[in-house]
């Protein structure tokens, strides 16, 4: 099983939808659980990370994690053409060696 | 704009050659990493650097080498080249749990 799975879409939604990334992971010592987002020809940027289990909010954006199940969510609200993109899930133990191990990302199509 | 600089932005050559690429972090980070992101594979890490020494190792191949200078720079060195190594290679640096990634260097191995 790997480390992490993340379902690879395409994904395209209509502006103003909803859209659900989920990722699943094996290891129990993940700590830390990120959302990367990755326009195209550029890095991976940090959208936002939360701390062990629970939800964390940024304006259209909501992080959840259940430890329990060792699944992650991303929900983006009233989705824009400017959120298309991939976005990358990370989960990390933590530690002085933060080296991620990133899914395979979704790539996020918004249409007009 | 993340701070972190890398060179060159596109690299084309043969296969059996080597190849440096190089990255600049941004400014008081002293960690850097190393990944590759192919198609298929998505972003794997390599190779991390900590204040000029070697930290953590990933799916690096023995014909892959880095090394962090003094300065704090990085460079990776890809040897042997083949076909298969065609992809992009990222840096990033991080003084904490966010990476702060480049732009990636994209290589083209013919």
């Known amino acids: 099983q790997k480390e992490v799975e993340q379902d690879p879409g395409p994904l395209s939604v209509p502006e103003g939808a909803i859209v659900s990334l989920n990722c699943t992971y094996s290891n129990s010592a993940f700590q830390y659980f990120m959302w990367y987002r990755q326009y195209s020809r550029k890095g991976p940027e940090l959208l936002m990370y939360t701390y062990s289990s629970g939800n964390k909010e940024d304006g259209r954006f909501t992080a959840q994690v259940d430890k329990s199940s060792k699944y992650i969510s991303l929900f983006i609200r009233d989705s824009q053409p400017s959120d298309s993109a991939t976005y990358l899930c990370?989960?990390?133990?933590?530690?002085?060696?933060?080296?991620?191990?990133f899914g395979k990302g979704t790539l996020l199509t918004v249409n007009p | 704009d993340s701070g972190v600089t890398q060179t060159p932005k596109h690299l084309i050559t043969a296969t059996g050659q080597r190849v440096t690429l190089r990255c600049s972090p941004r400014?008081?980070?002293?960690?850097v990493y190393w990944y590759q992101q192919s198609l298929d594979q998505g972003l794997q890490f390599l190779i991390q650097y900590y204040n000029g020494e070697e930290r953590a190792k990933g799916n690096i191949l023995e014909r892959f080498s880095a090394q962090q200078f003094p300065d704090l720079h990085s460079e990776l060195n890809l040897s042997s080249l083949e076909l298969g190594d065609s992809a992009l290679y990222f840096c990033a640096s991080s003084a904490g749990p966010e990476l702060h990634f480049g732009n990636g260097t994209r290589l083209t191995v013919t």
């Open positions: 990370a989960p990390d133990s933590g530690g002085s060696n933060y080296k991620l191990t």
């Open positions: 400014s008081g980070d002293l960690s």
